[in-house]
T-cell receptor
Framework: AQSVTQPDIHITVSEGASLELRCNYS??????LFWYVQSPGQGLQLLLKYFSGDTLVQGIKGFEAEFKRSQSSFNLRKPSVHWSDAAEYFC????????????FGSGTQLTVLP | SAVISQKPSRDICQRGTSLTIQCQVDSQVTMMFWYRQQPGQSLTLIATANQGSEATYESGFVIDKFPISRPNLTFSTLTVSNMSPEDSSIYLC???????????FGPGTRLTVT
């Protein structure tokens, strides 16, 4: 069965520092990959997605992610973190062709220090 | 994207009662999902609610406990029946837009059962 692993439960960075959140997936074929952000008391907002083509994808709020097939990874990056980026981040994968069901990672909580 | 609303946004309910959560989308969508997010946890798929067919439930979720209606392409309801404190969670609906599984989420309903 497919699975998504986010190895970091909690990450703390200083405002202005760079950020990388890790995501690994387990799936035989190339999956469709997503990153979502959930701010306190909010629903999930789609940051970016990868379906095919260029392995470096740009998203909203200055985020980007790189798909690396050899490492089964889809890490999220941001060059300079803002205090408003403090939130929970979820990596997700669609692995069932027509069912479109998302499998989520366990999430990474990001704290931003002033 | 789409504008997705949920009602109520939050509720506090007594054990043994039922709550119906509404999900409204501002465009017609075929595929809709209901998720549960228990405190401090990731999202777990409850069921797929496609218009014109019976809802499909994931392992661990049953129709008697979580009956779902999908009367048209813009609306769905999820009922949490005979509630217990273990049902305290955030319940989110999502819709699929586009052909590749891109899902957008409602703001969620925060349910507390006392």
């Amino acid at each position: 069965a497919q699975s998504v692993t986010q190895p970091d439960i909690h990450i703390t960075v200083s405002e202005g520092a760079s950020l990388e959140l890790r995501c690994n997936y387990s799936y035989g074929a190339t999956p469709y990959l997503f990153w979502y952000v959930q701010s306190p008391g909010q629903g999930l907002q789609l940051l970016l997605k990868y379906f095919s083509g260029d392995t470096l994808v740009q998203g909203i709020k200055g985020f980007e992610a790189e798909f690396k097939r050899s490492q089964s990874s889809f890490n999220l990056r941001k060059p300079s973190v803002h205090w408003s980026d403090a939130a929970e981040y979820f990596c997700a994968v669609v692995t069932s062709g027509s069912a479109r069901q998302l499998t989520f990672g366990s999430g990474t909580q990001l704290t931003v220090l002033p | 994207s789409a504008v997705i609303s949920q009602k109520p946004s939050r509720d506090i309910c007594q054990r043994g009662t039922s709550l119906t959560i509404q999900c409204q989308v501002d465009s017609q969508v075929t595929m809709m999902f209901w998720y549960r997010q228990q405190p401090g946890q990731s999202l777990t798929l409850i069921a797929t609610a496609n218009q014109g067919s019976e809802a499909t439930y994931e392992s661990g979720f049953v129709i008697d406990k979580f009956p779902i209606s999908r009367p048209n392409l813009t609306f769905s309801t999820l009922t949490v029946s005979n509630m217990s404190p273990e049902d305290s969670s955030i319940y989110l609906c999502s819709v699929v837009l586009g052909g590749l599984g891109e899902q957008y989420f409602g703001p969620g309903t925060r349910l507390t059962v006392t």
